[in-house]
């Protein structure tokens, strides 16, 4: 019920723009989003690193609706891999193709996509282009110009997908992924769907999760593991040892702000870990998913409330 509850606030545009505008609002968006400028990512960034944590940096938007606000983010994406690429700092991007257009043209979408993986492409070391999984209805077209995309030879380790375990078509499409040895990140989901593409229990989602990490872990790919689930990297981390599968050949990845402990005691173990770092104005739905995903994250909303 809460998870419904604040996947539903994430989606009002009347409390979003009130929270957007609110000094309680930005001063606890801080616990999980780095700031507004492409300055605050890379300085949380830097720190990560020195920590031992890589980092993947996404300029928080969706659902874009003009060609302009769609060339400022194309921009910033620029000058993300650029700044990575100088400073020599161990970070990524995501994106998520509303936020560079496929609402407004997919063919504008797609060009501004493509420029970015050709510039991660062309850098040394190569970079990565993450291509963030939105709700269903862009399931198929998110999947379809990731594949177009890593199907560019000189494109080939430099884009990847995400697969979401509560998606019940998502076995088959890890399956067509891992055909052409495309990078993944597998998380759980946090948009609502209907019973019917979607899994509604915990214990169908966490199941699927973990026989969808198996095959990734057995593929010979490298891929992220987005969890913040405890029984889940036990698991991961109980299956690599048993399998013989190097440390150095998958990656956890958790969210900025979220369980920080277990971040660095994974580190400390030795396992890689990925931190994602959003940044930007648009911050209110990713919170609220972020809410609706771990309950704790509510108690941290509520404590921070109360503080006069």
């Not at 100088?86 to 994106?95: C, I, P």
């Not at 504008?108 to 709700?135: H, I, T, W």
């Not at 759980?188 to 214990?203: D, L, R, T």
Request: net charge positive; hydrophobic share 40%; with cysteine.
């Amino acid at each position: 019920m809460l998870r419904a509850l604040f996947i539903s606030l994430s989606e009002s545009r009347s409390l979003r723009s009130l929270a957007e505008r609110s000094s309680i609002g930005q001063r606890i968006s801080g616990r999980f989003v780095a700031g507004t400028q492409v300055e605050d990512a890379l300085r949380v960034t830097r720190r990560l690193n020195e920590a031992g944590l890589s980092v993947s940096i996404d300029n928080l938007g969706e659902n874009a609706s003009s060609v302009e606000e769609v060339q400022q983010s194309a921009r910033l994406y620029e000058q993300l891999l650029s700044e990575i690429s100088a400073g020599g700092l161990n970070a990524n991007v995501s994106l998520k193709l509303t936020h560079m257009g496929l609402d407004v043209d997919p063919k504008l979408a797609y060009s501004q996509v493509s420029a970015l993986v050709d510039r991660a492409a062309s850098v040394q070391p190569k970079n990565f282009v993450r291509v963030d999984m939105e709700g269903s209805a862009y399931t198929q077209r998110t999947l379809d110009i990731v594949h177009e995309l890593h199907s560019v030879p000189q494109n080939r380790g430099c884009v990847g997908a995400v697969i979401q375990s509560y998606m019940r078509r998502s076995e088959d499409d890890v399956t067509k992924l891992l055909t052409h040895g495309i990078r993944i990140r597998l998380c759980k989901g946090a948009y609502k769907e209907p019973a019917e593409i979607a899994f509604q229990a915990k214990s169908e989602v966490d199941s699927n999760y973990l026989r969808l990490m198996k095959t990734l872990l057995k593929s010979g790919v490298y891929h992220g593991l987005a969890t913040h689930d405890e029984k889940i990297i036990r698991e991961a981390k109980t299956f690599a040892t048993g399998e013989g599968i190097p440390k150095d050949t998958f990656e956890f990845q958790m969210l900025y702000g979220i369980r920080r402990d277990l971040q660095h005691s994974l580190v400390h173990e030795g396992w890689r870990v990925r931190v994602y770092v959003p940044f930007g104005t648009e911050w209110y739905p990713y919170m609220m998913r972020r809410l609706a995903e771990r309950p704790a994250n509510v108690r941290f909303v509520m404590r921070n409330l109360l503080r006069n």
